[in-house]
């Protein structure tokens, strides 16, 4: 109550500020309620009456897409507004914020030439290289997020850019999350930092981009509920109260951590730079180029004590570390012609060290403590617009080094107008699998292993093809073929001992080839100030042995309202979400690895899950109100997101999202 109080007060007294001096809403065509004159920049005449607009306020991407800041508040808004910040329509969360999520749709494209440290079901919310933004913006702006979480903590994600020129840019951005969970040790507690900079000089020969990443997340491991059908799915008042469910580790507190830190650099000089007459578009240019990139990261899982659900202990309490240690430079050569299209030609040197604390030596084999190389690969990509055509295409092979692999990509697009394009993808990439499939090293006597005479590049080929239009809606379609598919599951060949059913988790290659097919659509149909937003995802597996589970449908359905309210001070938005997949064995989740694994003895799914929501906006102010799986108070209680680890229940949270400028 007290949290829909405060709802109510900050919304009267922005609709008090708004109706006394009602600003536009911004969008594309509106402009930033004050301007500022920029350092060094030369002021046009009457430079008081030049408006700046949200245009000015521009987002670049890894691969130097350029977007500009959306203050709109749209029905991806609401699917966006999480602890990801993206939308998760092919997600299935667990009860708490900044724990796992398993996966309802998968997706096997590589970027990266080499093999990651592991533990992927803590990375959901781990910014890689690639996806870090710059900024280049005409006054300082920020921007903050704000969510309740489930007892005793909140979300915050703050990003603040400003420039010292017109050609110099930083931003400094904080994600802090902690909360307590409703189940006993599951707390969830992040901190991600992140600073960049952008840079080119006057004539524009010379550019620079950098950041620095500091990125943790510490998660309580429960290991699970133990009695589903008796305290969770009875209904029993008693258990409503979920602290009163019985968990796996009651005994054992269990912790695992993941921390990061990242210092990258791309820098550029442009050798020769012409324009097109007196315009100042650019004719023909050649640069070189330099990327740089040094990272450090672990993953640690600690128990105070062993617990039989994982097998044997070597010692008396648990406390596994893996680390990874790289660092990468590429020396590029652009070449650019204004009808010949982009070239670039590029060599790259990595450095790698995964490495555990100890030598291991068992019965069967000695487990080394470390792998360490350096690999050099050559690359090459080309981009051309021709119109309303566009051609890409890149490949990486590895010239020397253990690690053998190489990535082909291929795209063409065609846009017939603003709102209607067709694109087509190929891509073929061989690689090793994650480090912890090859070397792993535990206190957990079954989680030791070294496969790395045994394990072969996985091989992905892949075709997509998008097609968007604005009256049939947007389609998509994959269709994947993999071979060296590498997966956790249990041993068969070992004995399950009740109690201990993860004891014999290991990493396995599937020898025989997997097609999955992956189709996608959506539609939204209007009607007045109602709308209906539709989603649906079909998928099949085309395999030998059941190694691969994926829902055949998963279907995201959103009846909503949208109109100007109080004199169109306020833009308001509220509607119900329905969510369902059809009930497949969904994978399980092993806290030592910090991995999913594949089982086929339970399925989930089959239930709906129900979100009603309302969402409004006032100037630059997005404030969201949500009642998550509101029909779990009236339903069945078989609600999981992975065997033992249940969904969400009924809760009711809210927010939002400001931006402010200067």
Same mark, same amino acid.
């Given at each position: 109550?007290?949290?829909?109080?405060?709802?109510f007060?900050?919304?009267?007294?922005?609709?008090?500020?708004?109706?006394e001096?009602?600003p536009?809403?911004?969008?594309?065509?509106?402009?930033?309620?004050?301007?500022?004159?920029?350092?060094?920049?030369?002021?046009?005449?009457?430079a008081?009456?030049?408006e700046?607009?949200?245009?000015?306020?521009?987002?670049?991407?890894?691969?130097?897409?350029?977007?500009?800041?959306?203050?709109?508040?749209?029905?991806?808004?609401?699917?966006k507004?999480?602890?990801?910040?993206?939308?998760?329509?092919?997600?299935m969360?667990?009860?708490?914020?900044?724990?796992?999520?398993?996966?309802?749709?998968?997706?096997?494209?590589?970027q990266?030439?080499?093999?990651?440290?592991?533990?992927?079901?803590?990375h959901?919310?781990?910014?890689?290289m690639?996806?870090?933004?710059?900024y280049?913006?005409?006054t300082?702006?920020?921007?903050?997020?704000?969510?309740?979480?489930?007892?005793q903590?909140?979300?915050l994600d703050?990003?603040?850019?400003?420039?010292?020129?017109?050609?110099?840019?930083?931003?400094?951005?904080?994600?802090?999350?902690r909360?307590?969970?409703?189940?006993?040790?599951?707390?969830?507690?992040s901190?991600?930092?992140?600073?960049?900079?952008?840079?080119i000089?006057?004539?524009?020969?010379?550019?620079?981009?950098?950041?620095?990443a500091?990125? @943790?997340?510490?998660?309580? +491991? =429960?290991g699970? *509920?133990t $009695?589903?059908?008796?305290?969770? &799915?009875s209904?029993?008042?008693d258990?409503i109260?979920?602290?009163?469910v019985d968990?796996?580790?009651?005994?054992?507190v269990?912790d695992?951590?993941?921390l990061?830190?990242?210092?990258?650099?791309?820098h550029?000089?442009?050798?020769?730079?012409?324009?097109?007459?007196?315009?100042?578009?650019?004719?023909?240019?050649?640069?070189?180029g330099?990327?740089?990139?040094?990272?450090?990261?672990f993953?640690?899982?600690?128990q105070?004590?062993?617990?039989?659900?994982?097998g044997?202990?070597?010692l008396?309490?648990?406390?596994d570390?893996?680390?990874?240690?790289?660092?990468?430079n590429?020396?590029s050569?652009?070449?650019?012609?204004?009808?010949?299209?982009?070239?670039?030609?590029?060599?790259?040197?990595?450095?790698?060290?995964?490495?555990f604390? @100890?030598?291991?030596?068992? +019965? =069967?084999?000695? *487990?080394? $403590?470390?792998?360490?190389?350096? &690999?050099?690969?050559?690359g090459?990509?080309?981009r051309?617009?021709?119109?309303?055509?566009?051609?890409?295409?890149?490949?990486?092979?590895?010239?020397t080094?253990?690690?053998?692999?190489?990535?082909?990509?291929a795209?063409a697009?065609?846009r017939?107008?603003?709102?209607?394009k067709?694109?087509?993808?190929f891509?073929s990439?061989?690689r090793?699998?994650?480090?912890?499939?090859?070397l792993y090293?535990?206190?957990?006597l079954?989680?030791?292993w070294?496969?790395?005479?045994?394990?072969?590049?996985?091989?992905?080929n892949s075709?997509s093809?998008f097609?968007?239009?604005k009256?049939?809606?947007?389609?998509e379609?994959?269709l994947?073929?993999?071979?060296?598919?590498?997966?956790?599951?249990?041993?068969l060949s070992?004995?399950?001992?009740?109690?201990?059913e993860?004891?014999?988790?290991k990493?396995?290659?599937e020898?025989?080839?997997?097609?999955?097919l992956?189709?996608?659509?959506?539609?939204?149909?209007?009607?007045?100030s109602?709308?209906?937003?539709?989603?649906?995802?079909?998928?099949?597996?085309?395999?030998?042995?059941?190694?691969?589970?994926?829902?055949?449908?998963?279907t995201r359905?959103?009846?909503?309202f949208?109109?100007?309210?109080?004199?169109?001070?306020m833009?308001?938005?509220?509607?119900?979400?329905?969510k369902?997949?059809?009930p497949?064995?969904?994978n399980?989740?092993?806290s030592?690895l910090?991995?999913?694994?594949?089982?086929?003895?339970?399925?989930?799914?089959?239930?709906?899950?129900?979100?009603?929501f309302i969402?409004?906006?006032?100037?630059?102010?997005?404030?969201?109100?949500?009642?998550?799986?509101?029909?779990s108070?009236?339903?069945?209680?078989?609600?999981?997101a992975?065997?033992?680890?249940?969904y969400?229940d009924f809760?009711?949270?809210?927010?939002?999202v400001?931006?402010?400028f200067?």
């Amino acid at each position: 109550m007290k949290y829909i109080l405060f709802v109510f007060l900050f919304l009267t007294s922005n609709f008090v500020a708004a109706q006394e001096n009602r600003p536009p809403r911004l969008n594309e065509n509106d402009s930033v309620p004050k301007r500022k004159k920029v350092k060094g920049q030369t002021a046009p005449p009457n430079a008081d009456q030049v408006e700046i607009t949200i245009k000015d306020y521009k987002i670049i991407s890894f691969a130097r897409d350029t977007t500009f800041l959306d203050t709109t508040l749209t029905i991806q808004k609401e699917y966006k507004y999480n602890y990801l910040r993206k939308d998760d329509f092919e997600l299935m969360p667990f009860a708490n914020i900044g724990q796992p999520y398993n996966k309802l749709g998968v997706s096997f494209e590589r970027q990266n030439l080499y093999p990651k440290l592991g533990a992927t079901a803590k990375h959901f919310n781990y910014a890689e290289m690639e996806d870090v933004n710059y900024y280049n913006v005409a006054t300082p702006m920020s921007d903050l997020l704000f969510k309740t979480t489930f007892d005793q903590g909140q979300l915050l994600d703050a990003l603040l850019t400003f420039n010292m020129s017109r050609r110099l840019n930083f931003s400094v951005a904080y994600e802090g999350l902690r909360s307590l969970g409703k189940y006993q040790f599951d707390q969830g507690e992040s901190g991600n930092f992140k600073a960049t900079t952008n840079y080119i000089t006057r004539n524009g020969r010379y550019s620079l981009r950098a950041h620095i990443a500091a990125q @943790s997340a510490d998660t309580e +491991e =429960n290991g699970g *509920i133990t $009695n589903g059908e008796s305290q969770f &799915e009875s209904g029993d008042p008693d258990f409503i109260d979920r602290v009163k469910v019985d968990v796996r580790f009651n005994n054992n507190v269990a912790d695992n951590r993941l921390l990061g830190k990242r210092y990258f650099l791309d820098h550029q000089y442009k050798l020769i730079k012409k324009r097109k007459d007196s315009s100042y578009q650019e004719k023909t240019s050649l640069a070189i180029g330099h990327q740089f990139n040094y990272e450090t990261k672990f993953s640690q899982f600690s128990q105070t004590s062993p617990n039989a659900y994982f097998g044997e202990s070597l010692l008396p309490a648990i406390s596994d570390r893996a680390s990874l240690k790289t660092m990468y430079n590429q020396v590029s050569l652009d070449f650019y012609n204004a009808t010949l299209g982009s070239l670039q030609a590029n060599l790259s040197m990595y450095n790698y060290n995964y490495f555990f604390n @100890s030598l291991l030596i068992t +019965e =069967n084999q000695t *487990i080394n $403590n470390q792998l360490k190389g350096e &690999e050099v690969a050559f690359g090459a990509t080309y981009r051309k617009q021709i119109g309303g055509f566009l051609v890409n295409g890149g490949v990486k092979y590895k010239l020397t080094g253990e690690l053998t692999g190489n990535i082909i990509d291929a795209s063409a697009e065609y846009r017939f107008n603003k709102n209607n394009k067709v694109k087509a993808i190929f891509h073929s990439s061989s690689r090793m699998p994650d480090f912890n499939y090859l070397l792993y090293q535990s206190d957990y006597l079954n989680y030791n292993w070294q496969n790395t005479d045994r394990f072969k590049n996985e091989r992905v080929n892949s075709l997509s093809g998008f097609l968007q239009t604005k009256t049939w809606g947007d389609l998509e379609f994959k269709l994947v073929n993999l071979d060296n598919y590498a997966y956790f599951t249990t041993d068969l060949s070992q004995a399950v001992v009740e109690g201990a059913e993860n004891a014999s988790i290991k990493p396995f290659q599937e020898t025989n080839s997997i097609q999955h097919l992956k189709v996608k659509y959506n539609k939204e149909f209007k009607v007045g100030s109602f709308a209906l937003n539709n989603t649906v995802m079909y998928q099949s597996v085309n395999q030998s042995n059941q190694v691969l589970n994926v829902p055949q449908l998963v279907t995201r359905n959103t009846l909503y309202f949208s109109a100007d309210i109080f004199k169109k001070a306020m833009f308001l938005q509220t509607g119900i979400t329905f969510k369902y997949f059809t009930p497949y064995n969904i994978n399980g989740y092993n806290s030592v690895l910090g991995e999913f694994y594949v089982q086929n003895v339970e399925k989930i799914g089959g239930y709906p899950l129900f979100d009603f929501f309302i969402n409004a906006k006032v100037q630059q102010t997005r404030i969201f109100l949500k009642a998550e799986h509101f029909n779990s108070s009236f339903g069945t209680y078989n609600f999981y997101a992975a065997p033992n680890y249940p969904y969400r229940d009924f809760v009711i949270r809210f927010g939002l999202v400001w931006n402010f400028f200067s």
